[in-house]
């Protein structure tokens, strides 16, 4: 029965991603799934993961300035923010013509295009709160 097993931890996954608000990380998903399945390993949750996004179920925004992956109920095709400082990702929903980009990029570097990704990178609103109304030197790592 390790089959049947396997696909119900992986639906488990599947709908937690699907129901997490924003773009969670492989330790946020785990922490949701271990608090109610406390037998599930992390490692069966980071496959599982894996194996979603390789099955194109759910999308995923590569580890990026040190934070790690993130996963994204959305299959579609759409660009990102990354804040720098806390590593929170939102999607960016800005149109601009995707094709003319590959076909400028092809043409300059002779490759077969068959996607890219925009990834954003900034300071989200709520750390410029934070920052504008503690002042700059009250920050200290
Ligand atoms: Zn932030
Ligand atoms: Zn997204």
Redesign the pocket.
Known sequence: MKDRRNTMQRELTYEVVLSYPGHPSAEDIYRVISSKYSTISKATVYRNLNMLFDEGKIGKVPSILGFEAHYDHRTDHHSHAI??????VVDVDVQYDMDLVDVAVSMEKGFMLFSHDLIFEG??????N?ESSYGTEGIKD
């Not at 804040?83 to 929170?88: E, F, R, S, V």
């Not at 300071?123 to 410029?128: L, Q, T, W, Y």
Request: aromatic residues 0%.
């Open positions: 804040c720098i400082k806390c590593g929170k300071i989200c609103s709520d750390c410029r934070k």
